[in-house]
C-alpha cells in the first residue's frame, strides 16, 4: 500500500577495518591474487557467454564515461525511483548507499564501478550458478547472490565481487492434489507450486490465479521470491496460513561446496530447517522452491483512519490504545498495514478542517467473510471507546470494499513506494503483552519513534496461523519472536548523499528514538528482511535460540565462507575495509 511503505527503506553502508595483510582477504581488483582477464574468459566460456561485466547502471549521465547521453541519462533519471528498473538491472538494487554513491543519475557527482561486483553469473539453469560458486571458491573471491535487488539490508550487492543474478530462474509449475519429495516415498497432499528463486510476487500471484489459488507473499510487486522465503516472509494472509516459510515443502540449491541439492524433511533436513528462515546469501543460493498454495480467499477490506490534530495533548495515548486492540483484531481475522504519524496532510480537506493531522490510518482485511456486519461489529467498539475517552476531539472515518479473489485486492493495494534513495530502517516484533498490557508505555514508545521521521508502521501481519505453524519436518528456522507477536512495526530515516554528517545522525536518531520500543521487544526481537543493519546483538535479535543451531550448520556446509553478508549467520570471522575488500578478523 503506497502510504504506508514509500518510507520504508534501508540501507547498509560500508563498513570500515584498519590494515589487514592482503593473505588474510578476499581476492579483490587490483590485488595480486585476483584473477585475469584470461582466466575469466575462461568462466565465460564454460558459462556459454553468461558471464556479464556491466558498466555503472547510471553512467550515461556522466561525462567522463563511453556510455554518455544525455537522452538515456534523462530516463535513468526517471526511473531510477522505480523498483522495476533496479530488478532488471543485474547490479543495480534500491538503495542508493549499498553502492557508496559511486554512481549516482547526477552528473555533479563523480561516478566509478568501485561499488558494484566485478563480474555478474546471469543464471538461467542451476549449473549457471555451481559453475559461478565453484569459480568463486576456487579463486576465493567474494560472492554476492541479487534477484531483483529489493534487499533492505544490503546483502545482494558487494564491490569487487562476483555476483550471482538469479533473476531468470524464473518458471512456475503447479502440482494439483499432492507433490512427492523427492529421494523418498512420502506425498504431500494439497496443492502446490515449484517456483524458481528468481521468481517475483506479481507473476506468482498471477499463475496462481488461473487455478483459483494463491501463495502466502509479500506485498510488492517486484519482491523476488528467494531472498524473501530465505528471511521468513511475512505477509496480509500470514495471520491465517503462517509465514511464506511455513509453507515451503522442498528447495533446490546449491551448496558452498558446489553440490546442486534438493532438500526437504527427509534430506538435508538441517539445511532445510536453515533455509527457511535463517537468511540469504548465507548457506547457498536457493535456485528453486516448492510451497503450497490456498484457495484464493474473498477479501473485504476496511480503510480507516483514526485522527486528531498535531497538537493534540492526549495524541501519543490514542494511538497506543488503537494498537492495544491489533492483537482481538488478530484473533478476530483481521490482518493488514498501518501507518503512525505525527504530523501529516489532511487526505479529506474540507472547509475549516486543519490542514494537517495526526493519528493512525490503516487498511485492513477479513478472508471469507462477506459479512460487513461482522466487520463493523469488531471496529465500533473501538471508535466507541474512544469517544468515550476523548470525546470530540478524535476523528473515526472507514470505507468498506470488496474483492472476488486476493489477485484482485492486491491489484489495488499492493507496495507503489520508491526506490533510489537513502535511508536507515529498524523494527521491532510486539507481542500481546507489549500492545495490552502497559498502554502507558506504549504511548512513552510511540512517542519517541516519532521523533525519528513524524512517521512509522504497525503490520498487523502476525496471529494465529503463525503462532500455530506447523512447519514440515517439525519447525524451522525464523525468529521465534515471530511465534507470539502480532506486529511487525517499522520506522525509517533518510539521509543525504555524500553526507557523513547526515547519515551519522540518522543511524543515532534510530537507535536513541526506538529504544523504547527495543525494551519493549527484548524477547521477540526483529524480522531480519526489513531491520537496522548494525544491530548490536544481531544474532539474538534476528534469529534469537534459533542462533547456535544455524550457526553451527553455516560452520559445516561452509567451513570456508565462501559466502558472507552482514548482518548474517556466522559472519563474525570477517569484515569489510572501507574501499569494500573482506579481510579476516
Not at 452 to 479: E, Q, Y
Request: charged share 20%; net charge negative; hydrophobic share 35%.
Amino acid at each position: 500500500m503506497t502510504q504506508l511503505t514509500q518510507f520504508i527503506l534501508s540501507i547498509l553502508p560500508f563498513a570500515s577495518a584498519g590494515y589487514i595483510p592482503d593473505k588474510s582477504c578476499k581476492a579483490f581488483p587490483g590485488t595480486p591474487n585476483w584473477p585475469s582477464k584470461h582466466v575469466w574468459d575462461g568462466l565465460n566460456r564454460s558459462l556459454g557467454g553468461r558471464l556479464l561485466h556491466p558498466d555503472p547502471p547510471a553512467a550515461a549521465c556522466h561525462s567522463d564515461w563511453p556510455e554518455y547521453n544525455t537522452s538515456t541519462c534523462s530516463k535513468i533519471k526517471a526511473d531510477w525511483s522505480v523498483y522495476e528498473y533496479h530488478c532488471d538491472n543485474p547490479i543495480s538494487v534500491m538503495w542508493d548507499q549499498y553502492t557508496n554513491d559511486t554512481c549516482l543519475p547526477d552528473g555533479n557527482f563523480p561516478c566509478s564501478s568501485k561499488g558494484y561486483p566485478a563480474y555478474v553469473v546471469n543464471a538461467t539453469t542451476s549449473e549457471h550458478v555451481k559453475l559461478g560458486v565453484d569459480f568463486a571458491r576456487k579463486h576465493n573471491i567474494r560472492l554476492v547472490v541479487k534477484n531483483t535487488g529489493h534487499d533492505y539490508i544490503g546483502r545482494s550487492i558487494a564491490p569487487g565481487s562476483l555476483s550471482i543474478w538469479t533473476h531468470h530462474l524464473n518458471s512456475i509449475a503447479y502440482h494439483e492434489g499432492s507433490f512427492k519429495l523427492h529421494g523418498c516415498n512420502t506425498v504431500i497432499q494439497g496443492n502446490a507450486i515449484t517456483a524458481g528463486a528468481g521468481s517475483q510476487m506479481y507473476d506468482l500471484y498471477s499463475f496462481t490465479d488461473k487455478f483459483n489459488e494463491t501463495i502466502v507473499g509479500g506485498g510488492g510487486k517486484s519482491v523476488g521470491l528467494g531472498g524473501y522465503i530465505t528471511g521468513g516472509g511475512h505477509s496480509i494472509l500470514a495471520p491465517r496460513y503462517g509465514l511464506a516459510a511455513d509453507q515451503v515443502l522442498q528447495m533446490e540449491l546449491v551448496t558452498p561446496g558446489g553440490d546442486i541439492l534438493t532438500v526437504n524433511e527427509k534430506q538435508h533436513s538441517d539445511l532445510f530447517w536453515a533455509m527457511r528462515g535463517g537468511g540469504g546469501s548465507t548457506f547457498g543460493v536457493l535456485t528453486s522452491i516448492t510451497l503450497k498454495t490456498h484457495p484464493t480467499p474473498k477479501i473485504l477490506d476496511s480503510a480507516w483512519i483514526i485522527v486528531t490534530t498535531p497538537d493534540f495533548p492526549h495524541l501519543y495515548d490514542v494511538i497506543a490504545y488503537t494498537l492495544s486492540t491489533f492483537p482481538s483484531l488478530g484473533d478476530a481475522g483481521f490482518s493488514g498495514y498501518s501507518l503512525i504519524t505525527s504530523r501529516f496532510p489532511n487526505p479529506i480537506p474540507s472547509p475549516g478542517a486543519p490542514k494537517e493531522i495526526a493519528g493512525i490510518l490503516g487498511d485492513f482485511i477479513i478472508q471469507d467473510k462477506a459479512d460487513v456486519e461482522y466487520l463493523e461489529s469488531h471496529v465500533a467498539p473501538i471508535n466507541q471507546t474512544i469517544q468515550e475517552r476523548w470525546p470530540g476531539a478524535v476523528q473515526f472515518y472507514a470505507k468498506t470494499s470488496s474483492y472476488s479473489s486476493f489477485l484482485k485486492w492486491f491489484d489495488d493495494h499492493y507496495d507503489q513506494g520508491t526506490a533510489g534513495n537513502s535511508t536507515y530502517l529498524i523494527s521491532r516484533l510486539l507481542d500481546k503483552s507489549t500492545l495490552e498490557d502497559n498502554e502507558a508505555a506504549l504511548s512513552n514508545a510511540v512517542k519517541s519513534a516519532l521523533r525519528i521521521s513524524n512517521g512509522m508502521t504497525a503490520f498487523l501481519v502476525s496471529g494465529k496461523g503463525v503462532h500455530d505453524a506447523k512447519p514440515p519436518g517439525g519447525g524451522d528456522s525464523v525468529n521465534p519472536g515471530w511465534r507470539k507477536s502480532y506486529v511487525h512495526s517499522i520506522a525509517g530515516h533518510g539521509f543525504l548523499p555524500f553526507n557523513d554528517t547526515s547519515k551519522k545522525e540518522a543511524m543515532e536518531s534510530l537507535v536513541k528514538n526506538f529504544e523504547p520500543f527495543s525494551e519493549l521487544a527484548r524477547d521477540t526481537g526483529a524480522y531480519i528482511n526489513e531491520a537496522y543493519p548494525f544491530e548490536q546483538d544481531f544474532q539474538h535479535t534476528f534469529w534469537g535460540d534459533n542462533y547456535p543451531r544455524l550457526l553451527s550448520i553455516k560452520r559445516k556446509v561452509d567451513p570456508n565462507d565462501v559466502f558472507w553478508c552482514t548482518p548474517c549467520v556466522g559472519n563474525e570471522r570477517w569484515k569489510q575495509r572501507r574501499d569494500g575488500q573482506l579481510c579476516r578478523v
